[in-house]
Structure formats: C-alpha cells, structure tokens
C-alpha cells in the first residue's frame, strides 16, 4: 500500500505540474555569471480618467488600444469586519456572488460568462470582469446581474460549506496551511480580523441571513471603486456604466478600526507540533507598522528583495545554494492600511532546523550592520524595473494602480514616476530601512514540526530558553502534544491488534495473491487505481484514466519496469527496494521479517480519537508516521515525505470506512491531502486468491 500511494502521489504531481510547465530555453545560462544590467523601461501607464455616479460610485478609466479587450475591476473601500463565531462569512459570501442571481441560475451564469468568453470572479470587498471588446455590452450586464441582483440560495450555500469544510480538512494536515493559520494569529491576535483563521465550528455557523447580511451592508457603491481598462475612450463608457450601475443604491457602510498589532518584546520561539513529521516549517514573522502610502514602500521593497524575494536574494543563496538545506528560502514584507507583516521562510529537515534559522537570523542581521555592496543594489533595481514593466500587461494591475493612487492618497504621478522613484534608492536608503523593519530581536520563531525532535535545539533563540508550543489552530497546547504511551503497550502490540482488528494472522497468511481495485477523480477525470500481488514476492500497480495508461510498474520479484507516457524504463535503487517491499503481502504483519524498526512515539487525537503514534523506518532509513486507533486498531492516518521534481511532499493519508471483503477487512475511504490534488480514493474490489498468472508480472 505504501508503494501505491506514494505513486499515486507521483501520477498526480506530474498531473498537476504538466499544465504549468513552460518550454526550455532555447540557450542554456550561465549561472556562473550575473547578467548584465540593463536600461530602465520606460513606462506608461496612460491618461486617467474619472468621473463619479449620482451614487457615489467613483470610476477610472484607462484607455488602452492595443488590443481589443476591456476589463473591469471593482474594489469595496472598506476596513475588513471581524467576522468571530462566523469566520469565513466574507468569503463565502463572495462565493455566493457568482452562484446565481435574480435572474440567473448558476449554470445560466457560468453558461453565459463561458459563451462570450469572460472571466469574472469575486473576493470579499472586490469583483473583477473581463473579455473582448465585443462583448463588453453582454459582460457589463453580467456583472451589474451579479452585483445589483444577488439571490442568495441555500442549495448553493451548502455545497460551498462543503467545498469550504474539505479545504480545512486538508489544512489540518498541511504543515505550510498550519504555519500561514497559527502566524497570523501570533502576530495580529484572534481579536483583528488578519488574525481569525475559519474553523469547522465557525463554517457551521455561516447561514443564508449572515450571507445576505454581510452583502446587503458592504456591497454599496458610495464606498465602491471601479476602474476600467481596455479598448474604450470616456465618451463611450460614461453613459453604459450610468446605464448598468446607476441603479445601485447608497448607503451607510460602517469601516471599522482595530489597534494595532505589537511585535513581541523580544524574541520568542513558538512550536506546533507534528508528530512524525521528518521536516519543518520555518516562519521569522513579526507585524509592522507599513502604510501604501509611505515614503518608505519602494525603498522597502527594494531592501526584502534584496533579503529574500527572488532566485539571487541572500537567503535563497544562502539556504539552498551555499548550506543546501532546502530548496527555497524567501521573506516578504507587505505593507497595509491596518497592519503589515514580515516574514522569513523554509522548509527544511529536522536535522538542520536550528541550523537554518541561524542562518535565517544571521542575514536578517547582516542588513542592519553591512551596507548592500554597490553591484548587488543594482542588479536589485534593474530586477525590480524589469518585474514592474511585465506587471503592467496585466490590466488588473494597471487598475489596481488607479484605484490605489484615490484610496490611498497618493501623489496622482505616484506610478509614472517609480521607476525614477526606484532608481533613487541607495545603500543607504536600505541600510535605513533594514533600521526600520528588520527585527529579528522582536520576532516570532514559528516552527511546524515533530517538537520532540526540534524543540531541544531551538531553545538557544530565546532569551529565556523556552519553548511557547501551539496547536494547528494557534491554540497554546500543553508541554507535550501527544499523551504518554501506557505501560505493557510496543509496537508489537500495535500491529498484533492490528493483525487482529483487519481479520487476524491466520486469514492474512492464506492469502497467496490479491487484487485491489480502486477509483478517484483528478481534475473531474475518472482514475482507475490496480494493484495485483502474488507471494512470494511479485507485484504491480497500474494507473489508468479511461482508456489511456498513465502509468504501470511491474516487479517479478528480481527486476522492476515503469511505463508511462514518458515511455519505458527499468527501476533501481531505492524505487527497486520500494517495489521489493511493496511485494511482500500484508506489510505491516511482516515489519520485523523485513528489517524495519518500529517505535510507538505516543498517542494523539486523530478525527476525534486516541491513536497510537507509530515510527517506522525502513532498512533504507526512510522515516513514515503511522496512526492506529486505540479503541478498533485500525490504522487511521499515515505521513511521509517524498522528493518529486525538485520539490517536497508532505502526503498525509486517513484511511476509513472499513469493509470486509473476503474475510479480511479493508479501508472503503481512502483521503490524500498534502499533495498538488488532493484525492479520496473509493475501494471498487477485493479479489484473493483467484489465480493470477505469472504471465501478469513478466518485466519485458
């Protein structure tokens, strides 16, 4: 099962990335060299212009001729709500906006929108519309349908709680969902709004009133801002926008204000736990006090840059190029009208954890001692002209520039003139603002990883030597996050239990060759799963989507094959060890034949039950977490990690919905989160002990 999962997990990521990938280059680079700075763009965003509706609606428009396309975006200019008990309501709220209106059903929507070819989707205080220019009569009157007509229905709001529900349960086991949770509450508290994170409980409480509620007081055009862009001039504009949102009616919005957040007095180290994990999720974050429309923005951009917001950045460098403890280091730094944030980021192994975050604090304080070498600063610039010229293709950028010179405040030639702007920053402009904004002496440790195995090493970054540890929900848990293992239980008992609990050691050792059939869906496509084993030691699995094979491994019981649409190739090494094991029926009973080491490592809640934590690793040394349930014995949860393309997968499976089949008993639910797309995987049949041929596991 072990083998099948993890290729599962590889069909699925080659899925997932195939669509991303971009043609090679036609010449190779030489990463030895920096390329030479060029010249800065120059850039023009083009004539504004504006008017404004008898209610209140402000417009922008931005004529561009170049193609024959126009694009519309609106943006609510309101102060986020803290939404408490219901947090997620805005969210789903702006879900419920493109479900359906008054006059159109959701098919009827998506069915118009696909028909003229449009793009049109929401957020909680914002809606962006977009297609060819000959269809902007049919695309306005689609998007004031949406916005002036919202009908609200509780058929839609369920199957979006649903989707809503899913996405958390995903999260849960997601050490980089974890860590973005429990930042935000460690940095702006439960209390703000940037710190409340949707929970099952909150989902649950999110009605058709709340919804209605929540559009019925911010969806109102005296605080709204549109900006258009595209292939239209203001005479012929004016009078269509008077047409299709005239009739959107006023009224008081309330615009809450919140404290503002404070970095902590000095620096704290904060640990969730996962039990089993083998790497950790590293965040340096703290908030900061950032404005848009501050003097120190661009001159701040350039200085986290510098840090970490690209492949040549220090800590990119750093990290992945010098020390190779992981595959990408960055930092951010975002500015906002309430509160801003930094934050420092890896993913690496337990073994370097406290390794990486010194190198992580030591760059944080190169910047406030060393002024950035002239050369450095330079290619920083040109790096940053180049990235604000390709922006402006996209026509939500150039509206969003309009929208923020009016709702901030900024100098109306605030953008004409960045560049010229970004090309004044010096060494020391960055220097100052490494003074400003870079305090690793006030910041927040965050680390999501196995505490036991981390904790130890880390206490060295706080002042106090101590170790603050949360629960994925930014909850302090207790000292240790599992419970200790009772006297007289190994891990031994666990698998007997185990044995016992699926059919016992006797049904499991008639088995002589077996046949799994499994079904899921990747990306609203059919996938068949099939695995055949026979004993002593010969094996294969096989991916299909409808007709066509996508992938195929075959193990004989000396040599091993894969086919797929790459085409064919033979198995070595580890993958040739992987499919070894894969062939000895009934694994887990076999643990100890086949030269695993086992270890119980506690016990913790899993879906709402005690589980026991069991270690294994592998003659090879490879390290997986499984969980079994104290009560039943089944095994409800297992973790590994896998390298795939360059990149780390952190695969967290639950396994469900026991049946018996044939005498033994096999998990009917089978979930994969962590992955590209996460999959749940429905059992079709169990067939044992039908004869399988050899001729099936023959590697040509």
């Known amino acids: 099962m072990k083998k099948l999962l993890a290729s599962i997990t590889a069909v699925v990521f080659a899925t997932a990335v195939f669509a991303q990938q971009k043609p090679a280059p036609s010449q190779k680079l030489d990463r030895s060299k920096k390329p030479a700075a060029g010249p800065a763009p120059t850039i023009k965003l083009g004539n504004i212009q504006t008017f404004q509706l008898a209610n209140g609606l402000k417009v922008f428009v931005v004529e561009n001729h170049k193609a024959p396309t126009v694009a519309y975006s609106v943006v609510l200019n309101v102060h986020p709500q803290l939404e408490e008990d219901a947090a997620g309501l805005g969210r789903i709220t702006s879900e419920l906006l493109t479900s359906g209106t008054k006059t159109r059903s959701k098919d009827q929507l998506d069915n118009d929108i696909d028909f003229i070819g449009a793009t049109l989707s929401a957020t909680p205080t914002s809606l ?50 974890i860590s973005n949770n429990v930042k935000s509450v460690l940095n702006f508290g439960k209390k703000h709004p940037y710190g409340e994170n949707p929970s099952e409980e909150s989902v649950a409480k999110i009605t058709l009133d709340k919804c209605n509620n929540y559009y019925n007081t911010y969806f109102h055009p005296n605080v709204a801002y549109l900006a258009i862009v595209g292939d239209v001039t203001l005479a012929e504009i004016k009078p269509l926008i008077e047409k299709y949102f005239g009739s959107w009616k006023s009224a008081e919005v309330p615009n809450p204000s919140y404290t503002m957040p404070s970095a902590p007095s000095k620096t704290r180290v904060a640990v969730v736990n996962k039990a089993g994990a083998v790497q950790s999720v590293i965040n340096v974050t703290y908030p900061v006090d950032l404005k848009p429309n501050s003097d120190d923005v661009i001159k701040a951009r350039v200085m986290n840059t510098i840090l970490g917001a690209g492949f040549s950045s220090r800590l990119f460098m750093n990290l992945r190029e010098k020390h190779g403890y992981t595959y990408g280091s960055y930092s951010s730094l975002n500015n906002d009208e309430l509160v801003g944030e930094f934050s420092a980021y890896a993913k690496v192994r337990n073994a370097v954890t406290d390794s990486s975050v010194a190198e992580i604090m030591s760059e944080l304080n190169r910047l406030r001692t060393e002024k950035v070498p002239k050369e450095e600063l330079e290619g920083i610039k040109n790096y940053l002209n180049g990235n604000f010229a390709i922006s402006l293709e996209d026509p939500e950028t150039v509206a969003r520039f309009a929208i923020n010179s009016e709702r901030y405040h900024l100098p109306k030639d605030y953008y004409e003139n960045y560049l010229k702007n970004l090309a004044a920053v010096t060494a020391d402009d960055v220097y100052a603002m490494a003074q400003k904004y870079i305090r690793p002496e006030n910041a927040t440790i965050l680390v999501v990883g196995d ?81 055949a ?168």
């Open 128 to 177: 962006y519309a977009a297609s060819l220019k000959k269809q902007n009569l049919k695309l306005l009157e689609l998007m004031s349908d949406v916005i002036l007509n919202a009908d609200f229905k509780q058929e839609e709001l369920d199957k979006i709680k649903t989707q809503t529900l899913s996405g958390l349960a995903q999260e849960k086991d997601d050490p980089d969902a």
């Open 451 to 531: 505490a036991e195995a981390i904790s130890k090493n880390l206490e060295r970054f706080s002042p106090t030597k101590t170790i603050e540890l949360y629960d994925f929900k930014g909850n302090p848990a207790t000292k240790s996050a599992t419970k200790a293992v009772p006297a007289g239980v190994s891990p031994k008992t666990v698998i007997d239990a185990y044995v016992k609990a699926i059919g016992g050691e006797k049904a499991l050792a008639a088995v002589t060759d077996r046949r799994i059939k499994m079904s899921t869906q990747i990306q609203g496509r059919d996938l068949s799963v099939e695995s």
């Open 533 to 700: 084993q026979k004993a002593p030691n010969k094996y294969t699995m096989s991916f299909k989507m409808g007709d066509n094979v996508l992938q195929k491994q075959t193990f004989d019981g000396t040599r091993a094959n894969e086919v797929s649409m790459q085409g064919k190739r033979e198995l070595t090494g580890g993958e040739l060890e992987d499919l070894k094991a894969e062939a000895t029926l009934n694994q887990e009973m076999n643990y100890e034949k086949m030269g695993y080491k086992l270890n119980v490592k506690g016990i913790e809640s899993v879906n709402g039950s005690d589980a026991y934590i069991l270690e294994v690793v592998s003659p090879a040394g490879k390290k997986s977490t499984e969980w079994y349930d104290v009560a039943t014995g089944y095994k409800v949860k297992s973790a590994s990690t896998q390298t795939m393309q360059g990149q780390t997968i952190n695969q967290v499976t639950e396994y469900s919905d026991y049946k018996d089949m044939n005498g033994i008993k096999y998990p009917g639910s089978i979930s994969i989160t962590g992955t590209p797309l996460p999959l749940k995987l429905k059992l079709v049949s169990v067939d044992v002990n039908k004869g399988i041929k050899d001729s099936e596991f023959e590697v040509k």
